[in-house]
Structures are given as structure tokens and as C-alpha cells.
């Protein structure tokens, strides 16, 4: 399997990246200004060195429910469901540097009884800075009413970007690595560019349409 997928050349990556890029004239002018990166890889074996991320932002996929298409769902099985998101957190606390942070989606909380705006939270993690290991600790937890976006095109809902760019902000610094496993539509790359970071979006599904959708909204933002 290819171990990544860039916007330009997916031959090409950064040296924090797993695996050898090739060595011509072409990848090295590729290196030079890349925007941003989208890799095709599993959220249990993310194809990147440990301690590169100054932050990574997890949104995974449903459990499985009655109401809930089986494609927008990673599996039916609670106990499969908490063993997936364990390791994925395992993986996010390998890549993210010593006080970095970890910000975990726990869904869409119930929307209070009369209406009104969905809230999510995150539970907000930070990689020790001392001892040995991965290790991690909940340190906060973030809440807030969201307005979902729809993505033009497509029957999609997810984070607006001004959402990503609140988090991106508070929890990372200008210059640092976002990376955004279950990156979905994109819009966390949008909000990192904006917010002076590079993004790396991990995801197995939907490069394409991804891929086509950032580089025209790069392409609007320079003119």
C-alpha cells in the first residue's frame, strides 16, 4: 500500500514522513512549498514518526446504530468500537511532541428537548513531558453549540472551519504540525493553513473529492 498521498506529488514527503521520496529535480521543487498533505492510511498505524505533531485532532467515525448508515459507521460491536479508538489514541500519543495535545471527538452530544444547536465536546489530552513512553493525560475538555457545515456537493455535514481554526488556535502554535486522523471533509486544513500551521489529514476514504475540494479553495485564497 502506498504509504501516502500528497496534493501535488505523492511520490514526495516530508522528512517526518515514513518512507524514501524520490530524488529528482521535480520532488525537490515539490518539497519546497507544500500546502498541505493527505495520506491514505489507518488511524491505528499512522505512517508518521513519533514526536512530529504539535497537535492532532481525532473525529472518528460513528458506532454503528439502528439510525446510522453502515458506511458512515466503523463497526456494529461496542467492545470492537473501544478497542479501535484505544489503539488510535495509542498511535496520536506516539506522533505528538512531549506537551503537546491530543483533542478527541466524542460525538455529537443529544440535542436538548425543544431544539436547538447540536454541541460537541472534546476531551482535550497532553503528552507528558517528563518519564519515559507515550504517555498521556486528560488535561481538559472542550464544549461548545455548533451550526454544522454542508459541504457544497455532497449530502456531507462536518466541523465548519472557523470550529477547527477556535481549537487550532488555542492548542497549537503558529509553525507546528496538525495532523487530523478521520479527517473527513478537510476543513481542518483550511483552519491550520489559516491559523499559520501545517496540516497533514490522515483518512482512508474520499482523497479525491478531498483533494479536488482544497486545492480549489487554495487556489480562490490566491487570487
Not at 484505544?86 to 428537548?113: M, Q, W
Request: hydrophobic share 35%.
Amino acid at each position: 500500500m502506498s504509504w501516502s498521498e500528497r496534493n501535488e506529488d505523492p511520490d514526495a514527503g516530508p522528512t517526518q514522513l515514513q518512507g524514501t521520496p524520490r530524488k529528482s529535480a521535480k520532488s525537490r521543487m515539490v518539497l519546497s512549498k507544500p500546502s498541505y498533505f493527505l495520506l491514505r492510511a489507518s488511524a491505528e498505524h499512522l505512517p508518521l514518526l513519533e514526536n512530529v505533531a504539535g497537535l492532532v485532532l481525532m473525529t472518528p467515525p460513528y458506532l454503528g446504530a439502528g439510525r446510522v448508515p453502515q458506511r458512515e459507521c466503523c463497526t456494529r460491536d461496542p467492545a470492537a468500537y473501544t478497542m479501535f479508538l484505544g489503539h488510535a489514541l495509542d498511535e496520536a500519543a506516539r506522533i505528538v511532541k512531549p506537551g503537546g495535545y491530543i483533542l478527541f471527538h466524542t460525538n455529537l452530544l443529544p440535542v436538548r428537548r425543544g431544539g436547538g444547536i447540536p454541541r460537541v465536546r472534546f476531551q482535550v489530552f497532553r503528552r507528558l513531558t517528563r518519564g519515559t513512553g507515550c504517555r498521556i493525560r486528560q488535561v481538559d475538555q472542550w464544549e461548545t453549540a455548533v451550526r454544522l457545515a454542508r459541504i457544497r456537493g455532497t449530502k456531507w455535514l462536518g466541523l465548519p472551519v472557523h470550529t477547527y481554526e477556535s481549537l487550532i488556535r488555542r492548542y497549537s502554535r503558529p509553525g507546528e504540525m496538525v495532523v487530523h486522523v478521520f479527517s473527513g471533509t478537510g476543513n481542518s486544513a483550511l483552519a491550520a493553513l489559516a491559523s499559520g500551521c501545517f496540516p497533514v489529514l490522515i483518512d482512508l476514504h474520499h482523497h479525491r473529492f478531498v483533494r479536488r475540494r482544497l486545492n480549489r479553495r487554495l487556489r480562490h485564497r490566491r487570487r
